[in-house]
């Protein structure tokens, strides 16, 4: 009897099925947790409610940085090129917001403008008034860099309290607003200005939350020697130790990011290690982002939740007819216990919670018998979402990234080292003596000879027991050592040696292989990676094929 009840039940626990992630995250968050937000007035305590934009919009980098620390520049040194609105100079030059989005023709969108486009995510910055919008525009262009990724602009943040004041709007909130909806965020100092002013440590608390989207740029380092980079970058660590509150530290890269020639070539190959990695992170950020969005969606649900606790237990106290302005304030100022006493109850982690001191100037203008009692079928729709939903999407986020092609961010400066003479590492390491036509191991042949007559070599070889001796005096690990023989053991042909081949089995090195084994070590010992497999230039001359 009533079967059909089971059935229905078990029907609503079956996690959703959906055709891209993109339209997974818009419907679950419309479905599931918007009618949450909306019942205890989320928006209206923490962030807008999100749109089909911010889901369908490309990943986003915003640059934060106090004045004249090279932000604009930053941008043009990745585009390669100007874009519309574009100032650069030592004063505080950029005034505003800049959008820096692809576009097919050159253009400048005004703030007024863009908030009513629905194709840009950017409908609720209206929320900041004029005294924002005045300041925010979008900056159109084609370049290839745009194609995969935004950028967002900042004002530079000076300090002093006037600055502050004339703004006309919570720089700090609009910042806020934006790092919630970034995929990385990059804070920019300058070598010679590494103060960090009220506003600017007001920001960086503002980013709470978003520690692991904060990426940090030591920029201008060309201008200092060794000595005081270090000086300087053991100052910085220092700061932003007091400020950003983690046990992990933050990322800091080191280097000059515009075109101009360095002031102090001295550390050229660390800024040119520190770049390449920076641009592997922001390469990276495609085909990361529908992580990305999971992963915000997930906090802002979890946030959610714990927000529809606090509302509905401060409801629950609210008396229905005398005394409410009264037990208003008694339970704004006993917040701190509610939140313990929710913890407790509901098993909610503390980290989860809003910011104290924030929660009770927001409840000072909220009228608490207008709040909603708690909605327990609400609540199990988030869960549902989070324990069965989720997982499903999890599964489609990796689906999408085997089906497609590797999406990377292209063009402009992530394209000037990608080959040549001029890319990272090229004509160093392993790739020594790629342009040569002589073979890059016989400069020290004659001394790796002088070790190799000593260990008794038969038939013009040496035993690998023998070899072994010789080769861990380099203290390299025995996993290093056996990668360096299979790579130095080579056939007639030029072929490595691999698993189950017949030829060149007798465990023995000659005077050729045993060179390019000592030639790898010492490739080793100087830091470098060890290749996969032995490139064209390191096989010996007596191996290589002779063309038809």
Known sequence: MFSWLGTDDRRKKE????????????????????????????????????????????????LVGQYSTGKTSFIRYLLEQDFPGMRIGPEPTTDSFIAVMHGDTEGVVPGNALVVDPKKP?????????????????????????????????PGILSGEKQRISRGYDFAAVLEWFAERVDRIILLFDAHKLDIS???????????????????????????????????????????????????VIRVYIGSFWSHPLLIPDNRKLFEAEEQDLFKDIQSLPRNAALRKLNDLIKRARLAKVHAYIISSLKKEMPSVFGKENKKKELIGSLGDIYKR??????????????????????????????????????????????????????????????????????GAFDGTLDGPFGHGYGEGAGEGIDEAEWVVARDKPAYDEIF???????????????????????????????????????????????????????????????????????????????????AHLVPPSKRKIPE
């Open 342 to 411: 929710i913890e407790r109850e509901h098993q909610i982690s503390p980290g989860d919670f809003p910011n104290l001191k924030k929660m009770q100037d927001q409840l000072q203008a909220q009228d608490l018998n207008k709040f909603q009692p708690l909605k327990p079928k609400l609540l199990e729709a988030v869960d549902d979402m989070l324990a069965n939903d989720i997982a499903s999407l999890m599964i489609l986020v990796r689906q999408e990234e085997t089906q497609r092609p590797n999406p990377v961010v292209k063009g």
């Open 453 to 535: 007559y000593t260990l008794s070599p038969v038939n013009g070889k040496v035993t690998g027991a023998n070899a072994k001796k010789e080769m861990v005096k380099s203290k390299l690990p025995n996993t290093v050592l056996g990668k360096i023989w299979k790579l130095a053991d080579i056939d007639k042909d030029g072929i490595q040696r691999q698993e189950g081949d017949d030829i060149d089995k007798d465990g023995m090195l000659d005077d050729e292989e045993f060179a390019l084994a000592n030639h790898l070590i010492k490739v080793k010992l100087e830091g470098h990676e060890l290749p996969s497999e032995l490139p």
């Open 122 to 154: 950017f409908r609720k910055l209206n929320a900041f008034g004029n005294a924002f919008l005045n300041r925010f525009v979008c900056a159109q262009l084609p370049n290839p860099v745009l194609e995969s990724i935004s950028v967002i602009d900042t």
């Open 15 to 62: 996690p959703e099925v959906f055709q891209t992630v993109s339209d997974g995250l818009k419907k679950l968050y419309k479905t599931k947790l918007l009618p949450l937000e909306e019942s205890y007035k989320f928006h209206e305590f923490h962030s807008p409610a999100l749109e089909d934009a911010d889901f369908d919009n490309k990943p986003m980098v915003l």
């Open 198 to 248: 009220d506003e600017f440590s007001e920001v960086i608390k503002a980013l709470k939350n978003h520690e692991d989207k904060i990426r940090v740029v030591l920029n201008k380092a060309d201008q200092i020697e060794t000595q005081q980079l270090m000086r300087v970058y053991g100052a910085l660590m220092w700061s932003l130790g007091k400020i950003v509150n983690t046990p992990e």
